[in-house]
């Protein structure tokens, strides 16, 4: 399992939001994937209203989300 910051934005309503997320995820495009299923369930985003601009691998020690920390030292 590794440790994955996104960047980009979506679209919310006539606006286009910029976002952050932490993941854990074993590659990038399952964190990918994650994250389209996270913005979808929790804002109700379709997925091509989604753009993602950077998927950066993080190490574990500059992981800054508790509950991706929380993952990462699970499966350690």
């Keep these: 399992m590794k440790a994955f910051r996104i ?5 919310m309503g006539r606006r286009w939001q910029a976002f952050s ?3 854990a995820a074993s590659d990038e495009a ?3 994937e994650k994250l389209l299923s ?3 369930s929790q804002h109700g985003v379709p997925r091509k209203y989604v753009a993602i601009a950077l998927v950066a691998e993080v190490p574990p020690d500059q992981v800054e989300d508790h509950a991706v920390r929380y993952a990462l030292e699970a499966r350690a």
């Design 7 to 11: 960047s980009g934005r979506f679209r």
């Design 21 to 23: 997320k932490e993941l």
């Design 38 to 40: 996270v913005l979808g």
């Design 30 to 32: 399952a964190a990918r």
